[in-house]
């Protein structure tokens, strides 16, 4: 998932009563923990969370905090669940003195760090550090130093129903080749074969780029303009000439509904609407990685997920990294909890994710292991700044608008600058 995209949709727009911080609506809060008062408590931290779309996250998150209160009750903690646009509302309030003390970002960011935003938490790992997978610590580390816990990873693929490819006599699509021709033959003047957005394109680009064995920012140096991006975003392009992509549907990709509903039998979405899906349609799907552009190149699945933080101009900096320890190093049960309980999440610890029950039989467990195999970050440099133009290039160039070598050349000049600001 495009954590940037989720900030704004997929775990957003939830209602609420709304708390005005520096002009900006920002969400509804919580009483401090601890009996429902911060009685007797000498610090209240403020903890930031975005609007999740599963059922019982907020109720979850905040008898988490209450649970922390009873262990440490000389601290008591605020939980402001935040609906909308997430990151923009964050990144505004970092630069005031209303700044929470605790917050998680998804898609994580290094400018934070550099900027001295966040604070480094190597000590609060211990241990434990081992036990974290790889890739998750490579994620929040910068200059050596790890700015965040990773809290849940969230994983992305293509979901496609059985029954339906079977009828059409589809084998599940294993080349890019072959997703193009599935999602043509399943096309019907009353349905479309595949959806990936409902802008045609979503996570598309990326993934075209990462399956060709293209990057997107490699050592502080925008590649998305590589003679192998510029030939699979391009080949993106066919999906849209074939007019088998479903277009403008009520929800985007990271909801279910399209695929959930029959309104089309292949669809990117995310780990976390799995168990929406085996409501709706019991065993009759199947996951696929993103295929491989071509031989030689490889198989995508999208790792993204969200990433617990520290102001590190708050007023309660220890008290703050005292929660974050307790909470997403110490509390094995309830990171289990947090996995699991509410839609699928991969715990990016790897002895919790061994235990996490409903992640070892079925298409979680095979969704785990495409993850484990072809799992793909995007890079700790793609903010909005680096990513908008790479995007804006490849709608054009989906819709056949411009030279796609010169697009991506123009896009890779504007996010280079981005990045270059970010690492100054």
């Known amino acids: 998932m495009s954590a940037q995209r989720a900030q704004l949709s997929r775990r957003g727009f939830l209602g609420g009563s709304l708390l005005f911080v520096a002009g900006a609506a920002i969400g ?28 019982g996250t907020q109720q979850a998150l905040t008898r988490y905090a209450t649970e922390f209160t009873k262990a440490n009750p000389d601290i008591a903690v605020k939980v402001t669940w935040v609906p909308g646009d997430y990151a923009s509302k964050l990144n505004a309030t970092l630069l005031t003195d209303a700044a929470p003390d605790v917050f998680e970002i998804g898609d994580f960011n290094e400018g934070l760090a550099r900027r001295g935003q966040i604070a480094a938490l190597d000590d609060l790992y211990g241990s434990a550090k081992s036990d974290f997978n790889e890739g998750d610590l490579d994620l929040v580390t910068i200059d050596g130093k790890l700015y965040g816990i990773k809290s849940i990873d969230d994983v992305m693929m293509l979901y496609y129903r059985k029954s339906v490819l079977a009828k059409a006599g589809i084998t599940p699509p294993d080349s890019f080749d072959a997703l193009v021709a599935a999602a043509k033959a399943l096309t019907t003047k009353d349905n479309k074969g595949l959806y990936v957005g409902s802008d045609g394109i979503g996570d598309s680009p990326s993934l075209a780029v990462f399956s060709n064995g293209g990057d997107l920012v490699t050592d502080g140096k925008v590649a998305f303009a590589s003679p192998q991006a510029v030939e699979a975003v391009t080949g993106l392009k066919r999906l849209h000439d074939d007019r088998s992509l479903l277009l403008g549907f009520t929800t985007d990709w990271w909801d279910p509904a399209a695929f959930a509903q029959g309104v089309v039998p292949m669809q990117w979405c995310g780990l976390w609407a ?22 030689g190149g490889a198989p995508v699945v999208r790792v993204g997920g969200w990433t617990s933080c520290v102001n590190a101009k708050g ?13 997403w190093v110490e ?22 994710a061994a235990t996490a029950d409903k992640l070892t039989q079925g ?42 070598a010169q697009l991506l050349a123009d896009a890779a000049k504007q996010a280079q600058a981005a990045v270059d600001k970010q690492r100054s």
């Open 363 to 404: 298409a979680a467990k095979e969704t785990v292991e495409l993850a484990a195999k072809y799992g793909k970050h995007n890079p700790n440099t793609w903010d909005s700044a680096v990513s908008t133009p790479f995007a804006a290039a490849a709608t054009k160039i989906a819709a056949g608008k411009g030279d796609p």
């Open 315 to 327: 007023k309660n900096l220890e008290a703050a990294k005292k929660f974050v320890k307790w909470l």
């Open 331 to 352: 509390q094995t049960q309830l990171q289990k909890d947090w996995s699991e309980s509410y839609g699928f999440h991969v715990p990016p610890r790897k002895s919790v």
């Open 28 to 55: 509804c809060t919580t009483s401090p923990t601890g009996g429902g008062s911060s009685s007797g408590a000498k610090t209240t931290l403020n903890l930031w969370s975005h609007a999740y779309g599963e059922a």
């Open 274 to 295: 799995m168990p929406a899906i085996s409501t709706a349609l019991g065993d009759d799907f199947g996951v696929l990685p993103w295929p491989a552009f071509k031989s």
